[in-house]
């Protein structure tokens, strides 16, 4: 009997939504219309604080790009509208250009590995800064740099560093891997069980024959090591 009065209830439930449809949709649609409404006064919000934020990126990535070696740096962060979703209203493209004479476009389009290496450095440097990140990792983000480039990289970390971050790089320049307060040394080896991969930190003594080896190859010479000592005097 308990399961035909439930069978019944059920039943007179689902009627009474086909006899009120009409007003139930109504009520619904303007539901749905405020909340419509109040996204986009969000979103609209949100636009114009990704529009002042968008302004100091600019100023202060061109100022970190022309120091890491690309003088006739243009860089635009550019916003345009997009069907409302979770993220707001805006997409959101970062055009490059390195030469005065080639007109921007999207940075994955058109810079070299070098390039987009200097940008990123300079984007996670500044989001270390404003969001007070722990620690920072960086995977061979110099590659495709060398010399001065490198150098200049390498400061921005330590500077990274000196503000209370704890800074991760891995790296097969020399100049940056002098730079550290710490070096580690990984190394991968063939066993009969597979790939076995160590890890080391170095001593003064190995970090000096460590980057003189970065510095000549396999056969370390007098001169190399000399420019690693002086390398990591540098850094001190």
């Known amino acids: 009997m308990a399961e035909l009065i439930a069978i019944r209830d059920n039943l007179s439930e689902k009627l009474g939504h086909i006899e009120n449809s009409d007003e139930e949709l109504a009520v619904l649609r303007e539901k749905t219309e405020k909340l419509r409404q109040e996204s986009l006064k969000k979103s609209q919000k949100l636009t114009a604080i990704r529009t002042k934020a968008a302004r100091q990126v600019e100023k202060e990535v061109l100022e970190r790009l022309v120091a890491l070696g690309i003088p006739n740096i243009r860089f635009k962060i550019e916003l345009t509208e997009k069907p409302l979703s979770i993220d707001g209203a805006d997409k959101i493209v970062f055009l490059f250009s390195a030469n005065k004479s080639t007109p921007m ?38 590659t495709g740099v ?34 550290g307060t710490t070096h580690y040394k990984v190394s991968k080896n063939e066993t009969k069980n597979g790939t076995k991969t160590s890890m080391k930190r170095l001593s003064d003594a190995e970090r000096i024959e460590e980057i003189a080896q970065m510095l000549s190859g ?15 005097n540098q850094s001190i």
């Open 146 to 179: 060398s010399g001065r480039v490198a150098e200049q990289m390498a400061h921005i970390m330590r500077e990274m560093g000196d503000h209370d971050r704890q800074v991760i790089s891995i790296t097969h320049l020399p100049q940056i891997a002098a730079t």
């Open 105 to 142: 476009q999207p940075v994955s389009e058109v810079a070299s590995g070098g390039e987009i290496a200097r940008v990123m450095l300079s984007l996670k440097a500044m989001i270390s800064g404003a969001v007070k990140l722990p620690t920072i990792i960086f995977d061979e983000i110099d």
């Open 218 to 232: 396999s056969k370390i010479t007098e001169a190399a090591i000399e420019n690693a000592k002086q390398l990591l």
